[in-house]
C-alpha cells in the first residue's frame, strides 16, 4: 500500500516529488537562488535559461571602463535609437512663462533637431528646452523693464520740460510756444545748410520728440530748446527772421497784426522756403500753412 500511495503521489504532482530531491543536492547558496527564482527542477533551470538567453539577444551591452571614446559613442548611439521620437521632439510649454512672451516655434524646431543629433532622451530634451526658455524669459522680463522704465523717463522728461515752457511761454497751443518750438527747428535747418547738421546729436538726447497727432512737436529738453531758439535769433539774423520784414524794407505778409493773404499765397507758391522763413519771423508756426 505504501508503495502504491508514493507511486500514486509522484504520478499526480511529479514536481512535488521532484523538488526535495532537486534542492536536497544543491549547496546552500545555489539552494537558496533555486528558491528566490522559484525553480522547482532542473526544467525550471533550462526554461530560465532560454528567457535571459532571449533577453540578452537584444540587449546593448555597454563598454566597460577599457573601452575607447569610438566604442563608447557607438554603444550610446545605438541605444538612443530607441527612445528618440521618429517625429520629432513634442515640447510642453512651461507654466510660468509670461503671457506676452515671444516663442520662437521655428527655434524651438531647429533646437528639437541639435537634440535628435545629440540623441537625447525625451525628458533630457524636454529640461535643456525648459531651462532655455527659462533663460529667455529673464532677458525678456528684464528688457521690458528696461524699456519702460526708458518710457517712463522720458513720459517725466516731457512732462517737466512741458510745465517749465508752459510757465515761460505759455500754452503750447499759443503762438509764443509755438514759435519757441518752430525758431528750434529753423536752427536746426539753417545750420544744417551751413554744413552744420547737428539734428541726430540732438535727437539722441531727446530735444524734440516727433510731432503729435495736431502735428505740435513735445519738448523733451528745454533747455536745450531755448539754446536753438538763442541760435536762430542771433546767428541767423541776418535771415531777417525776428521782425515782421527784411534789411531791404520787404514787409511780411504773414504778419498776424496786418496780414497780406494774397501775397502768402503767391509767396507759397513761388517761394516756400522765403514763405517758412517769414512765417517763422513773424512767430508764427510753418505748419499752419502746410509747410
Known amino acids: 500500500m ?11 504532482d511529479g514536481a512535488a516529488t521532484q523538488a526535495p530531491d532537486f534542492l536536497s ?56 535609437k530607441r527612445w528618440i521620437p521618429e517625429g520629432g521632439y513634442q515640447f510642453a510649454m512651461p507654466q510660468d512663462l509670461p503671457e506676452d512672451f515671444p516663442y520662437d516655434q521655428a527655434f524651438a524646431a531647429e533646437a528639437g533637431g541639435w537634440f535628435k543629433e545629440a540623441g537625447l532622451h525625451p525628458a533630457a530634451a524636454q529640461k535643456l528646452h525648459d531651462r532655455w526658455l527659462g533663460k529667455m524669459s ?7 523693464e528696461a524699456a519702460n522704465e526708458s518710457a517712463r523717463a ?17 500754452d503750447p497751443s499759443g503762438d ?18 551751413e554744413g552744420v547738421d547737428l539734428s541726430g546729436w540732438f535727437a539722441d538726447k531727446g530735444v524734440l520728440t516727433d510731432a503729435d ?39 511780411n505778409p504773414f504778419d498776424a497784426s ?14 516756400p522756403a522765403r514763405a517758412r522763413q517769414l512765417i517763422v519771423a513773424a512767430g508764427r508756426d510753418p505748419k499752419l500753412f502746410n509747410l
Open 2 to 12: 505504501d508503495g502504491e500511495l508514493d507511486a500514486e503521489t509522484a504520478g499526480e
Open 25 to 80: 543536492g544543491l549547496s546552500g547558496d545555489n539552494r537558496a537562488l533555486a528558491a528566490e527564482e522559484g525553480w522547482q527542477g532542473v526544467d525550471g533551470v533550462f526554461e530560465g535559461y532560454r528567457d535571459l538567453k532571449a533577453q540578452l539577444g537584444n540587449a546593448i551591452l555597454l563598454p566597460d571602463d577599457t573601452a575607447g571614446p569610438e566604442k563608447a559613442a557607438e554603444a550610446y548611439s545605438d541605444l538612443a
Open 138 to 144: 529673464e532677458q525678456f522680463a528684464t528688457h521690458r
Open 154 to 170: 522720458q513720459a517725466d522728461a516731457v512732462a517737466k520740460a512741458h510745465r517749465e515752457l508752459v510757465r515761460d511761454y505759455g
Open 176 to 193: 509764443k510756444y509755438r514759435n519757441l518750438v518752430a525758431k528750434a527747428d529753423r536752427a536746426l535747418t539753417g545750420l544744417k545748410a
Open 213 to 251: 497727432e495736431n502735428g505740435l512737436q513735445q519738448v523733451a529738453d528745454p533747455t536745450a530748446v531755448k539754446l536753438l531758439a538763442f541760435v536762430h535769433d542771433k546767428a541767423l539774423a541776418e535771415d531777417s527772421l525776428s521782425g515782421s520784414a527784411d534789411v531791404s524794407g520787404e514787409v
Open 258 to 271: 496786418a496780414p497780406d493773404l494774397k501775397g502768402q499765397s503767391e509767396l507759397l507758391e513761388r517761394n
